[in-house]
């Protein structure tokens, strides 16, 4: 029973089109997140989400954006591709935000995106 | 200076052998530190967490945090085949959370 799911697993598009990735936890956490880990690894926090309610908007094109339509869903859209949002995409989710002591992260299994 | 640095490696050891890996970070608010393992083509997974200088230890695994030094240390002892995988440090504080580069693991047969 997966605890952080995403859909899809795989996603190859052109550059220009619009795509949007799924999240889903059954976990009963009341924050979500969205990653980005680019080619070398580097993970880096994109947005978090605390009971449908935006808390963290890092830096980040406003082509991308993200949706809760739920606590537990929090999915991910993102407008006019480009070759650089190649990436692997992580959703994640926690008991508690960020300011949470002992407060895990949950990680689903990421989304491969490939722009061409 | 970027707020985590993290030695990418990669790194190779026989099996048996002590891993040890280590990120410096330099914001003071970070207070909370987590070390995560990502195996190839799965999503990070917590391993550790600790908030306070010192070491903590989990069975074959060893946090240890110097918050004087901002320097956190995870030590792999008799390592395992299986223990090959990317192994990210991850810190929290103030409301900001920051991830290192991640450091691979090979552990060899």
């Known amino acids: 029973d997966t605890a952080v799911s995403q859909t899809p697993k795989y996603l190859v598009t052109q550059m220009g089109n619009d795509k949007s990735i799924k999240c889903e936890q059954n976990?009963?956490?009341?924050?979500m997140y969205w990653y980005k880990q680019d080619s070398k690894k580097f993970l880096k926090i994109m947005f978090s989400?605390?009971?449908?309610?935006?808390?963290i908007n890092e830096t980040v094109p406003n082509r991308f954006s993200p949706k809760s339509p739920d606590k537990a869903h929090l999915n991910l859209h993102i407008n006019s591709l480009e070759l650089g949002d190649s990436a692997v995409y992580f959703c994640?989710?926690?008991?508690?935000?960020?300011?949470?002591?002992?407060?895990?992260?949950?990680f689903g299994p990421g989304t491969r995106l490939t722009v061409l | 200076q970027k707020e985590v640095e993290q030695d990418p490696g990669p790194l190779s050891v026989p099996e048996g052998a002590i891993v040890s890996l280590n990120c410096t970070y330099s914001?003071?608010?970070?207070?909370?530190f987590m070390w995560y393992r990502q195996y190839s083509r799965k999503g990070p997974e917590l391993l550790m967490y600790?908030?306070?200088?010192g070491n903590k230890e989990d069975g074959r695994f060893t946090a240890q945090v110097d918050k004087s030094s901002k320097y956190i240390s995870l030590f792999i002892r008799d390592s395992q085949p299986s223990d090959s995988a990317t192994y990210l440090c991850?810190?929290?504080?103030?409301?900001?959370?920051?991830f290192g580069k991640g450091n691979q693991v090979v552990v060899i047969p």
């Open positions: 994640a989710s926690s008991q508690a935000g960020l300011a949470g002591v002992g407060n895990e992260q949950f």
């Open positions: 976990l009963g956490h009341d924050t």
């Open positions: 989400y605390n009971n449908k309610e935006l808390i």
């Open positions: 914001n003071s608010a970070f207070q909370y």
């Open positions: 600790t908030y306070s200088s």
């Open positions: 991850a810190m929290k504080g103030n409301n900001r959370l920051a």
